[in-house]
Structure formats: structure tokens, C-alpha cells
């Protein structure tokens, strides 16, 4: 049984006139239709540009917004609409970690009482006393228990990202949604965060729908790698195939751009022309059509539903092509 199926997840946002306050637009429709599987232990690898729905994903998927339209299931269970001591329960068992690590910790609370909070939440007095959890959960992400009273502040954004690690792993969670986690840290401290994540991962058998823009991390830690463009979903299957054989038209373009040491002088660079649309006024048919180079007349009249071309291997086209990627 898989950890997690989302299917037909929409979240759209309402928007209002601004002559005519109490006038409803055309809501934005930051999700429509995402669908998608992970099972326990499994990293999903969540790629697209910024703005296609990414994030709004992640949080929906966790509840931390209510969906508009769609199911989600965890463990079999239907959460679609948990709320109230369901919804408290279920936080034993997804959490997140967020983008900014500076801006999702309390500046006016000490790091020890951060990283306590899942327990004084929950209502859960781990053995040894919560000041004995929190100061081993701060030595197992790298940082020195013995700075348990001092504040974010007085940490570099690495160690502040270690502490949002330290808090969602506080309860040994099944999953975590890491929202591009390591995209405001250095180079050199991105790779001490994927590593710290994976080797949480091989210890806790934990499952990770990890949101990120920059293709090359994806590809480290991913299991299968799903690409959203405008809150579709355009193409889903498994690292190594996306990676050396992407079919989309959008997938193929986005890893045109990934810097690869000694590419080939023959390597195509694929540019896209035009912006992302806006998702309040998405086009007709295909919503990639905008920008595609290979589109036709059908891509405007009509939606392209996702098609297994290969076992595993998930397109969102009516014109899909492999494309080898030198």
C-alpha cells in the first residue's frame, strides 16, 4: 500500500474585483489536477519553474491549506477534510521543512524550546525528558547540544536549516515535505543538508516529496521526479529516464539549461520564449502550448491527458518525443 495518493488535487485562490470588493474574479488556480503515488522510504522530486504550484502542492498535500477540489489519502486513510484533533494527529506523522530557515523559526524563542514544541504539542514526554530529546536530536543533525538556550540568530542559515531538520524529525515522522530546503544556504552548505536528509531517510525509513528549481539537487536525492509547469503535472517517472531520456517538450527545455561538466559542443540549448502565464487565465487545451515549439492545432482545443508511454513513465502530450540528453 503506498504512503501517500494524492489524486486530482486542485487548490485554487479566490481573487476579488478591486472597483467592486465583493465581486468574485477568476479564482488562480495554483493546483489543477496534480495526482500522484509515494511510497513509504521514497524521495518524490518536485521541479518546475517558479510559480507553476510547487509549494502550494506541498502544503496541501500536508493540510497546511485546504484543498479546493481532489482527494488525499495517507496510509490508506482519507485526510481530504481532517481537521480539528484528526488533523493534530496526522502532524505526528507528515511535517515540513520550509524554504526560508531563518523566517519559519521564532526569533524571540530559544532554538531548545523551537525543537520542543512538536513534543509540547502533541502532549508526548519522550523518556529521558524533553531537554535530553531535543539536546540528541540537535547533536544527530550537527549542531552542539550544548547551544540549547541560544536564539536563531545566533546561528549561520545552515545551522538555522539543521534546526527546522531537528523539529520535523522531532517525532519520527513518515513524511516529510521539504520545501526547496537548502535553496537560500551556499553551495558548500547544500550538500551537508542533502546529506544530512538522506542519511535521516536510511535511518527512519522516512518518504520525502522534495520541492525544488535547481534540477541537479533533485536529481541527487530523488527516487522518481514528477515536473509541474502551471499546476499540471507534465511528466513523471524515475531519475535516471528523466534525466537521459525526457519526452516532454517543457522537461527536455528545463534540462537544456543544467550546467554539465565538458558538455558536448553539439549539446542543443532549448529557450523558451515568452513568460509563464498567468494561472488566474491559463490557456485553452495544452497549458504549455504558449511557449512550445512543437505546438499544433490540437494542443489549443484540446487537454492532453497523462499517458504511460513505457512502464512507470507518465506524459502529459500529444506529441511526445524522447530526446537524448548529452
Same mark, same amino acid.
Given at each position: 500500500?503506498?504512503?501517500?495518493?494524492?489524486?486530482?488535487?486542485?487548490?485554487?485562490?479566490?481573487?476579488?474585483?478591486?472597483?467592486?470588493?465583493?465581486?468574485?474574479?477568476?479564482?488562480?488556480?495554483?493546483?489543477?489536477?496534480?495526482?500522484?503515488?509515494?511510497?513509504?522510504?521514497?524521495?518524490?522530486?518536485?521541479?518546475?519553474?517558479?510559480?507553476?504550484?510547487?509549494?502550494?502542492?506541498?502544503?496541501?498535500?500536508?493540510?497546511?491549506?485546504?484543498?479546493?477540489?481532489?482527494?488525499?489519502?495517507?496510509?490508506?486513510?482519507?485526510?481530504?477534510?481532517?481537521?480539528?484533533?484528526?488533523?493534530?494527529?496526522?502532524?505526528?506523522?507528515?511535517?515540513?521543512?520550509?524554504?526560508?530557515?531563518?523566517?519559519?523559526?521564532?526569533?524571540?524563542?530559544?532554538?531548545?524550546?523551537?525543537?520542543?514544541?512538536?513534543?509540547?504539542?502533541?502532549?508526548?514526554?519522550?523518556?529521558?525528558?524533553?531537554?535530553?530529546?531535543?539536546?540528541?536530536?540537535?547533536?544527530?543533525?550537527?549542531?552542539?547540544?550544548?547551544?540549547?538556550?541560544?536564539?536563531?540568530?545566533?546561528?549561520?542559515?545552515?545551522?538555522?536549516?539543521?534546526?527546522?531538520?531537528?523539529?520535523?524529525?522531532?517525532?519520527?515522522?513518515?513524511?516529510?515535505?521539504?520545501?526547496?530546503?537548502?535553496?537560500?544556504?551556499?553551495?558548500?552548505?547544500?550538500?551537508?543538508? *542533502?546529506? #544530512?536528509?538522506?542519511? /535521516?531517510?536510511?535511518?527512519?525509513?522516512? =518518504?520525502?516529496? @522534495?520541492? %525544488?528549481?535547481?534540477?541537479?539537487?533533485?536529481?541527487?536525492?530523488?527516487?522518481?521526479?514528477?515536473?509541474?509547469?502551471?499546476?499540471?503535472?507534465?511528466?513523471?517517472?524515475?531519475?535516471?529516464?528523466?534525466?537521459?531520456?525526457?519526452?516532454?517538450?517543457?522537461?527536455?527545455?528545463?534540462?537544456?539549461?543544467?550546467?554539465?561538466?565538458?558538455?558536448?559542443?553539439?549539446?542543443?540549448?532549448?529557450?523558451?520564449?515568452?513568460?509563464?502565464?498567468?494561472?488566474?487565465?491559463?490557456?485553452?487545451?495544452?497549458?504549455?502550448?504558449?511557449?512550445?515549439?512543437?505546438?499544433?492545432?490540437?494542443?489549443?482545443?484540446? *487537454?492532453? #491527458?497523462?499517458?504511460? /508511454?513505457?512502464?512507470?513513465?507518465?506524459? =502529459?502530450?500529444? @506529441?511526445? %518525443?524522447?530526446?537524448?540528453?548529452?
Amino acid at each position: 500500500m503506498s504512503l501517500l495518493q494524492v489524486t486530482d488535487l486542485q487548490k485554487y485562490f479566490p481573487t476579488y474585483s478591486q472597483k467592486l470588493l465583493r465581486k468574485e474574479g477568476a479564482p488562480v488556480k495554483a493546483v489543477d489536477g496534480l495526482s500522484l503515488k509515494l511510497d513509504p522510504g521514497e524521495t518524490l522530486g518536485l521541479v518546475g519553474e517558479s510559480g507553476c504550484g510547487k509549494s502550494t502542492a506541498g502544503r496541501t498535500i500536508l493540510r497546511l491549506l485546504d484543498p479546493t477540489g481532489g482527494k488525499i489519502e495517507f496510509e490508506g486513510k482519507d485526510i481530504t477534510h481532517a481537521k480539528g484533533d484528526e488533523l493534530r494527529r496526522l502532524r505526528r506523522d507528515v511535517q515540513m521543512v520550509f524554504q526560508d530557515p531563518y523566517g519559519s523559526l521564532n526569533p524571540r524563542h530559544p532554538v531548545g524550546a523551537i525543537i520542543a514544541a512538536p513534543f509540547e504539542i502533541q502532549g508526548v514526554t519522550p523518556a529521558g525528558g524533553v531537554k535530553k530529546a531535543v539536546q540528541d536530536l540537535m547533536a544527530r543533525v550537527g549542531l552542539n547540544p550544548e547551544h540549547y538556550n541560544r536564539y536563531p540568530h545566533e546561528f549561520s542559515g545552515g545551522q538555522r536549516q539543521r534546526i527546522g531538520v531537528a523539529r520535523a524529525i522531532a517525532l519520527k515522522p513518515k513524511l516529510v515535505v521539504c520545501d526547496e530546503p537548502v535553496s537560500a544556504l551556499d553551495v558548500s552548505i547544500q550538500a551537508q543538508v *542533502i546529506n #544530512l536528509l538522506e542519511d /535521516i531517510q536510511e535511518e527512519e525509513n522516512l =518518504a520525502y516529496v @522534495f520541492i %525544488a528549481h535547481d534540477l541537479s539537487v533533485v536529481r541527487h536525492i530523488s527516487d522518481r521526479v514528477m515536473v509541474m509547469y502551471l499546476g499540471r503535472t507534465m511528466e513523471v517517472t524515475d531519475r535516471d529516464t528523466l534525466y537521459e531520456r525526457p519526452m516532454h517538450p517543457y522537461t527536455q527545455a528545463l534540462l537544456s539549461a543544467v550546467p554539465v561538466p565538458e558538455p558536448r559542443r553539439d549539446r542543443e540549448r532549448i529557450l523558451l520564449t515568452g513568460d509563464l502565464p498567468s494561472p488566474q487565465n491559463p490557456p485553452s487545451g495544452c497549458v504549455f502550448r504558449t511557449r512550445c515549439p512543437k505546438a499544433e492545432e490540437r494542443c489549443v482545443v484540446e *487537454i492532453p #491527458l497523462p499517458i504511460e /508511454i513505457e512502464p512507470g513513465h507518465t506524459v =502529459a502530450c500529444h @506529441f511526445p %518525443a524522447a530526446r537524448v540528453v548529452l
